[in-house]
DNA sequence: ATTCTCACA
DNA sequence: TGTGAGAA
């Protein structure tokens, strides 16, 4: 195990590009040392980028993923931060809650729409199954 | 291979 | 929340 990596050793690493992970550092997420112009990640840096694209999957903005991870090695009280990330868990809980309910509600009324266009066409094929015998044969006359 | 900036969705 | 292009 290194203790230092390059920014390409750990864009292959985690499956993301490079220019991703300088993103993330414009946004102050993450703060390699430099040499020569070139990033040097640590290990904590490491640790901090994969905690930083584990806040991402679980639908985390940048923004409070970065407030969590500041908190995190600002060392601030430990009660503090788990309080904090719990309180975080619980908001994302109910956003995931309240968009199931959409999603939900949508799809009842996909449901209903297309019920009504279904039945609708059954009217209509009806219709037309009552006057197909009449043009059924000029229709084969016209297409030969 | 890596850096930065500007533009763009 | 990123990507692409171009220059150094």
């Known amino acids: 195990m290194q203790e230092t990596y390059s920014i390409s050793e750990l864009g292959k690493e985690f499956g993301i590009t ?6 993330y550092e414009d946004k102050e997420l993450l703060s390699p040392t430099r040499q020569g112009g070139r990033r040097i990640y640590s290990r904590a840096d490491r640790t901090r980028l994969k905690l930083l694209l584990r ?26 931060q788990l309080q904090y ?47 197909s015998s009449q043009n059924h044969q000029s229709q084969k006359e016209t297409s030969s």
């Open 18 to 23: 490079t220019r991703a992970i300088r993103f």
């Open 55 to 80: 806040g991402k999957r679980l639908g985390w903005p940048l923004e409070e993923i970065k407030s969590v991870l500041n908190m995190y090695d600002a060392g601030d009280g430990e009660l503090d």
């Open 85 to 131: 990330t719990a309180k975080k868990i619980e908001q994302r809980r109910q956003q995931l809650l309240r968009q199931k309910q959409d999603i939900n509600a949508a799809l009842a009324d996909l449901d209903r729409i297309q019920n009504r266009c279904v039945s609708h066409m059954a009217t209509l094929n009806s219709c037309n199954d009552n006057h």
